[in-house]
């Protein structure tokens, strides 16, 4: 099956440092990816849409300079939440669409384990 | 505006009732509608619906979708202490998804 990895799993900083969230995709080759942000008991927030090779595609309300997104590969793709503040702090999640195999196959969703921001 | 709209938000039951979760959707160019389950981490996936009236079965889970009514639910029978999670539906089109606000599952033991 389809897995997604993500790094770091926690990571904790001070206000106004940059930190950078790294997805993979382990057995298959993800030309999209998606970055989701989710606030406690509350659900999941598309940020923006990542495609390999070209810019990132931001949902409303997101800051792009915010939120810097690279996908250089088709295996891995990049948050960067640049000047962090303590209002950033959330749970990043990625996902990347993968295709089953049978007739027909199936695009399906696969979600990264999550990273968890805390800003000081 | 597309949206999903999950009911209830959340449900304390007992080990061995069963649970109905609901999720209604109004999403232009809808394509599917898929079941997440969220413990600790990330959402993992149960069920992907695209035709109505198919029910979808994994052991104690089942799913339908209604696609004129615009809506699908989840069944759990049998519940257990490991089935206390965020269930989280989603509406895909295109290649997006939007997320509904979760029903909370807690079971008592």
């Known amino acids: 099956g389809a897995v997604v990895s993500q790094h770091p799993s926690r990571v904790i900083c001070k206000s106004g440092t940059s930190v950078k969230i790294e997805c993979r995709s382990l057995?298959?080759?993800?030309?999209?990816m998606f970055w989701y942000r989710q606030f406690p008991k509350k659900s999941l927030m598309l940020m923006a849409t990542?495609?390999?090779?070209?810019?990132?595609?931001?949902e409303q309300g997101v800051e792009k300079d915010k939120f810097l997104i690279n996908h250089a590969s088709l295996t891995l793709s990049t948050l960067t939440v640049t000047s962090a503040h303590p209002e950033d702090s959330s749970f990043y999640i990625c996902?990347?669409?993968?295709?089953?195999?049978?007739?027909?196959?199936?695009?399906?969703?696969?979600f990264g384990a999550g990273s968890r921001l805390t800003v000081l | 505006e597309d949206k999903v709209v999950q009911s209830p938000l959340s449900l304390v039951v007992h080990e061995g009732d069963t649970v109905t979760l609901n999720c209604s959707y109004e999403?232009?160019?809808?394509?599917?509608l898929l079941w997440y389950k969220q413990e600790k981490k990330a959402p993992t996936f149960l069920f992907m619906l695209?035709?109505?009236?198919i029910e979808k079965k994994s052991g104690r889970l089942s799913s339908i979708l209604d696609k004129k009514e615009l809506f699908s639910i989840l069944n759990i029978t049998a519940t257990q202490t490991g089935d206390s999670a965020i269930y989280l539906c989603?509406?895909?089109?295109?290649?997006?998804?939007?997320f509904g606000a979760g029903t909370i599952l807690r079971v008592k033991s």
């Open positions: 989603a509406s895909r089109y295109g290649n997006k998804l939007v």
């Open positions: 996902s990347a669409l993968y295709r089953t195999s049978g007739t027909p196959g199936a695009n399906v969703l696969t």
């Open positions: 999403v232009t160019n809808f394509r599917s």
């Open positions: 695209t035709s109505s009236g």
């Open positions: 057995d298959f080759q993800a030309t999209t």
């Open positions: 990542s495609n390999e090779g070209s810019k990132a595609t931001y």
